[in-house]
């Protein structure tokens, strides 16, 4: 919509995923662009191959990036690492 890029498979999304770059998956505007944050979830893995275990990796990146203090940050990292846990590994 915004004509960022040619297509989903143009996104520049690929190249800064394989640098390693931090990223997230998000939605600024769910009702304008008529998106969930699942659909977007859905389209990278679709549309770039990723597992779940790779979206799962990204999800818990992202919880860096949000406008909390540490203790929120700290609540948020032990979630997703007792998730790893218990899904991960099994």
């Not at 893995?45 to 909390?68: H, N, P």
Request: charged share 20%.
């Amino acid at each position: 919509m915004t004509g960022g890029a040619p297509s989903l498979e143009l996104h520049h999304f690929a190249d800064l995923y394989n640098a390693k770059h931090p990223l997230s998956i998000c939605t600024d505007d769910s009702g304008l662009f008529s998106t969930s944050l699942s659909n977007e979830y859905y389209l990278v893995a679709s549309t770039f191959g990723l597992s779940k275990t790779e979206l799962f990796r990204l999800a818990q990146g992202a919880a860096e990036f949000v406008f909390a203090d540490d203790e929120v940050k700290k609540s948020l990292r032990a979630v997703f690492e007792r998730v790893a846990a218990e899904r991960l590994t099994s």
